[in-house]
């Protein structure tokens, strides 16, 4: 049997936030012939950064996560703004905003969909090498983060170990090492 696309019967929006919105999409299955509603999140595409100093220190952040009620290690990165039509300007706003660092050189690794079981957007991921710090962070209301420097050298010790375990910080890093690679 070959897959085939679900035929789309309809969609509905039950709830519209800040950053995303949450709606139910009706589908119909090809293979069983059955309606099945599915629950979709709809947000801006995303943005997440690998950056590397002179030094060769990657530069994290560390911040509160509401939704794992924990401090997680992250990469930098966010939402694209509405109006911001090129993902590397929202990656290079992005790392001056929560690193205070500007990268020199920028090569984009990448795409990815966070989670396509319910999620319609995709993260766009890049390497920034030869950065260095150009001020302070300019972080929004909802954060409050820490600039954590990482020496390329511990990155393996820090996976194994677990001390980043967001699903779109080890694509970033999976994207990065298939790209060093060739």
Same mark, same amino acid.
């Given at each position: 049997?070959?897959?085939?696309?679900?035929?789309?019967?309809?969609?509905?929006?039950?709830?519209? %936030?800040?950053?995303?919105?949450?709606?139910?999409?009706?589908?119909? *299955?090809?293979?069983?012939?059955?309606?099945?509603?599915?629950?979709?999140?709809?947000?801006?595409?995303?943005?997440?950064?690998?950056?590397?100093?002179?030094?060769?220190?990657?530069?994290?952040?560390?911040?509160?996560?509401?939704?794992?009620?924990?401090? *997680?290690?992250?990469?930098?990165?966010?939402?694209?703004?509405?109006?911001? %039509?090129?993902?590397?300007?929202?990656?290079?706003?992005?790392?001056?905003?929560?690193?205070?660092?500007?990268?020199?050189?920028?090569? #984009?690794?990448?795409? /990815?969909?966070?989670?396509? #079981?319910?999620?319609?957007?995709? /993260?766009?991921?890049?390497? #920034?090498?030869? /950065?260095?710090?150009?001020?302070?962070?300019?972080?929004?209301?909802?954060?409050?983060?820490?600039?954590?420097? =990482?020496?390329?050298?511990?990155?393996?010790?820090?996976?194994?170990?677990?001390?980043?375990? %967001?699903?779109? =910080?080890?694509?970033?890093?999976?994207?990065?090492?298939?790209?060093?690679?060739?």
């Amino acid at each position: 049997m070959t897959l085939q696309p679900w035929e789309k019967l309809g969609d509905e929006t039950l709830a519209r %936030h800040l950053v995303f919105h949450v709606r139910r999409s009706r589908q119909r *299955s090809p293979r069983t012939g059955v309606e099945i509603p599915f629950f979709l999140i709809d947000t801006a595409n995303w943005v997440n950064i690998l950056p590397i100093t002179t030094d060769g220190e990657i530069v994290f952040v560390r911040q509160w996560r509401q939704g794992s009620e924990r401090i *997680s290690l992250e990469l930098p990165g966010g939402l694209i703004d509405p109006g911001e %039509h090129d993902p590397l300007q929202a990656a290079r706003r992005e790392l001056r905003e929560e690193t205070g660092h500007e990268g020199k050189d920028w090569v #984009a690794l990448g795409s /990815c969909n966070p989670n396509p #079981a319910i999620m319609s957007n995709r /993260c766009h991921t890049y390497l #920034a090498t030869g /950065c260095r710090p150009v001020g302070d962070l300019q972080q929004d209301l909802g954060e409050d983060l820490e600039v954590v420097k =990482v020496p390329e050298a511990e990155l393996d010790q820090l996976l194994r170990d677990g001390g980043v375990d %967001h699903a779109i =910080v080890l694509a970033t890093i999976a994207l990065w090492r298939a790209h060093t690679a060739e």
